[in-house]
T-cell receptor
Framework: NAGVTQTPKFRVLKTGQSMTLLCAQDMNHEYMYWYRQDPGMGLRLIHYSVGEGTTAKGEVPDGYNVSRLKKQNFLLGLESAAPSQTSVYFC??????????????FGQGTRLTVV | AQSVSQHNHHVILSEAASLELGCNYSYGGTVNLFWYVQYPGQHLQLLLKYFSGDPLVKGIKGFEAEFIKSKFSFNLRKPSVQWSDTAEYFCVPHNQGGKLIFGQGTELSVKP
């Protein structure tokens, strides 16, 4: 049981390049999330999904797109990377968010540097 | 809209000192409250949670938190901290709807 797996773990991009971060979970969770973590800013929600085929904007969605074509996968795309997107990205999943047994499980993170 | 406020952004304590991290939330409906912890270089993990029942909940590593509905608070406590408790702590309300907001968190540094 791998839990939540993020790929890649590290990446360096040049300004203007594109890339996709993959998040995969094997817990049959409905909800999935993408966050970015920057010093002094805590975790900020980029986009989230409440089920296969759905996506919604979080707190800081600009410059990112997401897709949830399969229940177990949640992809985060950067179409044209900017230095301001240098950050550590975390993916998380949960069964749901209301009621018991709704703990969020996190991936190990992706450290992205845009030069 | 829901929001959460953690009063202290950075707390520095010596080993064996007592800890209390403040958390106030703003949400009108039923809310479940969680504390997550992120140890240096690691991903976030669950510390404890409140869903219903006894408002005093106990978590891993000797942590506990008390839900006070009238004050919209869910403060985290530990009687005696250890160097290994150095980490970032996040208070997170989970409500219906799926939007999981973490906020700034509190960085705890414990001096040996």
């Amino acid at each position: 049981n791998a839990g939540v797996t993020q790929t890649p773990k590290f990446r360096v991009l040049k300004t203007g390049q594109s890339m996709t971060l993959l998040c995969a979970q094997d817990m049959n969770h409905e909800y999935m999330y993408w966050y970015r973590q920057d010093p002094g800013m805590g975790l900020r929600l980029i986009h989230y999904s409440v089920g296969e085929g759905t996506t919604a904007k979080g707190e800081v969605p600009d410059g990112y797109n997401v897709s949830r074509l399969k229940k177990q996968n949640f992809l985060l795309g950067l179409e044209s990377a900017a230095p301001s997107q240098t950050s550590v990205y975390f993916c998380a999943s949960s069964y749901r968010t209301g009621g018991p047994n709704t703990e969020a499980f996190f991936g190990q993170g992706t450290r992205l540097t845009v030069v | 809209a829901q929001s959460v406020s953690q009063h202290n952004h950075h707390v520095i304590l010596s080993e064996a000192a007592s800890l209390e991290l403040g958390c106030n939330y703003s949400y009108g409906g039923t809310v479940n409250l969680f504390w997550y912890v992120q140890y240096p270089g690691q991903h976030l993990q669950l510390l404890l949670k409140y869903f219903s029942g006894d408002p005093l909940v106990k978590g891993i590593k000797g942590f506990e938190a008390e839900f006070i509905k009238s004050k919209f608070s869910f403060n985290l406590r530990k009687p005696s901290v250890q160097w290994s408790d150095t980490a970032e702590y996040f208070c997170v309300p989970h409500n219906q709807g799926g939007k999981l907001i973490f906020g700034q968190g509190t960085e705890l540094s414990v001096k040996p």
